[in-house]
């Protein structure tokens, strides 16, 4: 079983008990989100829902915690001008882990 949900923007494939990063949510640690955008529904391989956009179903997932991704560098040069600059990103996300697809 598994479902094709959307969070901000972006389409995951889920299924239960699996546990994924996604962008950062200020839920804290432990507690209990559900999300609503749910693209498509299969209980098996053979046969899918698709929504129209959305189907009315949900995704319940506990948050397990907020982690930061790996450092990206940024660096700017123009030769011969004295023009340099060197930036670093880090991207938050939380990790979830799906509870339920109902």
Same mark, same amino acid.
């Given at each position: 079983? %598994?479902?094709?949900? =959307? *969070?901000?923007?972006?389409?995951?494939?889920? #299924? &239960?008990? !699996?546990?994924? *990063?996604i962008?950062?949510?200020?839920? !804290?640690?432990? #507690?209990?989100?559900? %999300?609503?955008?749910?693209?498509? %529904?299969? /209980? $098996?391989? +053979? #046969? *899918?829902?698709?929504?129209?956009?959305?189907? #009315?179903?949900?995704? &319940?997932?506990?948050?397990?915690?907020?982690?930061?991704? $790996?450092?990206?560098?940024? %660096? /700017?040069?123009?030769?011969?001008?004295?023009? +340099?600059?060197? /930036?670093?990103?880090?991207?938050?996300?939380? !990790?979830? &882990?799906? =509870?339920?697809i109902?």
């Open positions: 079983m %598994f479902a094709i949900v =959307n *969070f901000k923007g972006k389409q995951y494939k889920v #299924s &239960e008990s !699996e546990r994924l *990063f962008p950062k949510l200020k839920d !804290e640690a432990g #507690s209990k989100v559900s %999300f609503g955008d749910v693209l498509m %529904f299969s /209980k $098996d391989d +053979k #046969s *899918f829902q698709v929504g129209a956009p959305t189907l #009315s179903m949900k995704v &319940e997932a506990t948050v397990l915690g907020h982690v930061k991704d $790996d450092k990206v560098i940024i %660096f /700017k040069k123009k030769r011969r001008k004295g023009y +340099k600059r060197t /930036k670093g990103h880090r991207q938050q996300y939380t !990790e979830i &882990e799906i =509870n339920s109902k």
